[in-house]
């Protein structure tokens, strides 16, 4: 049992939209096993309000104390792809030129499980320097790929899902998989890693032109057959993109409705970016439960478009924020939603919004949990949620300090952080069970 007195920030009720934060000035964290060993909150609130109470229930319980300091939920980010650590900022033409003269080249390398390893350690470590404590994550379409990530995230104890990506055509040789043996892979790999420890897996289709029919087919048997396994690809990120579809399955509604026909589509069904959609696709992304993983800062990168969070509030179906390394430029969760504000304000394709600073944290927490169906589990800090957090430093910068010092309101705190914050910002990464600075 553990304690910290320090700012708080959470979601008290985390299923209201858009979602409200709770900050407690002077609060205080519990932190304790629950039934089955798992290190959880066990009460949130106001230092006055429990500290007596606590100390009474836990005699001898230590309290950290952490003047100054913010502690809130973990990041979760929802789309992110480990090989790109070395992509990360490569010049390009677009999605596609990017794709062929620097993903699949680099992918490549991860046959070797060495290769592998050395960058799913580098991978996590820089996640948790930025605060990142749960993501939905690409591998290659190497099996050894998925071997390291999930291998390595099992010794931090995160809760970590990741897939071999599925691509049997329209790609090069190396990273090109066999459609027979892509799907034995996958179901071993489910029944290797899913539900172990914090771990899940996700089937990854890469995007429909990489994939064969035959592929999509059996990737959406697969996916009724394990129905609580993920499902993560992309889907209309860009127009060329978008046409390359048209011309493969001239007979499909749209693109996201190729998708559905193979059974892909469903809760715990993730989709990357989401721009290029009309109303039957968000009406259909709602009624099948399927969320999307909106990827502001690699939009805006590869000028791919703008999300419309208008539309998708419209239809109301889930979504969360994501910062879709390498396409996009960062693997901090301050750009990710500075980069959400800015396609948010855009008004040319499609309505602009003023997004609420707390809106944007939520949507990297709590609502990424929620559309991950991982609510209650990670990405926010009431009692029973998984004890995965940061703690923020708001005077981390000389500028920071000078910024957030003289905010006024919650909202002002927050938009200070996220305009103004990154890693500097992130003192501590706290994961559920093991510390890790
Ligand atoms: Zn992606």
């Known amino acids: 049992m553990k304690a910290y007195r320090a700012s708080l920030l959470y979601f008290a009720a985390p299923e209201s939209l858009p ?26 609130g106001s230092y006055q309000q429990l500290a007596s109470q606590v100390q009474n229930q836990y005699p001898g319980l230590q309290i950290e104390h952490l003047p100054g300091r913010i502690i809130a939920p973990g990041f979760v980010d929802m789309h992110i792809h480990y090989p790109q650590i070395d992509v990360i900022g490569s010049p390009a033409e677009g999605l596609l030129p990017w794709l062929e003269n620097y993903t699949f080249p680099h992918e490549k390398r991860f046959s070797a499980p060495e290769y592998s390893a050395e960058a799913a350690a580098f991978f996590i470590a820089e996640l948790l320097r930025h605060g990142v404590t749960t993501a939905l994550a690409f ?34 040789d ?40 035959a592929q999509l087919r059996g990737a959406g048997e697969l996916a009724a057959q394990y129905p609580d396994v993920w499902i993560q690809s992309h889907v209309a990120e860009n127009r060329d993109e978008v046409a390359w579809v048209r011309q493969l399955y001239p007979r499909a509604r749209s693109y996201l409705s190729v998708y559905e026909d193979f059974g892909l589509l469903r809760p715990r069904a993730v989709y990357a970016h989401c721009i290029h959609l009309d109303e ?14 909106v990827s502001p800062t690699s939009n805006l990168f590869l000028g791919s478009g703008f999300f419309d969070h208008a539309g998708a509030d419209r239809a109301g179906f889930l979504y969360g924020l994501a910062s879709d390394v390498g396409g996009g430029t960062s693997f901090s969760p301050f750009h ?4 959400a504000y800015y396609v948010g304000r855009e008004g040319q394709t499609k309505p602009g919004v003023s997004l609420k600073p707390q809106h944007l944290w939520w949507q990297h927490t709590a609502g990424a949990a929620r559309a991950l169906g991982l609510q209650g589990v990670v990405g926010n800090l009431l009692p029973g949620c998984e004890a ?18 003289q905010a006024g309101s919650l909202d002002e705190l927050l938009f200070s952080l996220i305009v103004l914050g990154d890693d500097r910002l992130i003192e501590k990464t706290v994961i559920s069970q093991a510390d890790s600075a």
Not at 184 to 200: C, F, M, N, S, Y
Not at 205 to 213: I, L, M, N, T
């Open 19 to 44: 979602g409200q934060a709770a900050f407690e000035q002077d609060g205080l964290l519990v932190v304790g096993p629950d039934a089955t060993g798992r290190q959880v909150v066990q009460a949130i």
């Open 139 to 172: 591998a290659t379409s190497h099996p050894a790929s998925v071997n390291a990530l999930l291998g390595e995230a099992q010794r931090h104890s995160l809760r970590m899902i990741a897939g071999k990506v599925l691509m049997d055509q329209n790609a090069p």
């Open 174 to 213: 190396g990273v090109r998989d066999e459609t027979r043996q892509s799907l034995i892979d996958t179901e071993a790999l489910i029944e290797k890693w899913h539900g172990v420890d914090r771990l899940g897996y996700a089937i990854t289709p890469r995007f429909v032109p990489s994939c064969s029919e």
């Open 280 to 293: 039957d696709d968000r009406a259909l992304m709602r009624s099948t439960g399927t969320a999307a993983a």
């Open 336 to 339: 990710t939603m500075l980069a």
């Open 388 to 405: 995965d957090f940061v703690v923020l430093n708001p005077r981390a910068t000389p500028l920071l300090a000078r910024k957030t010092g």
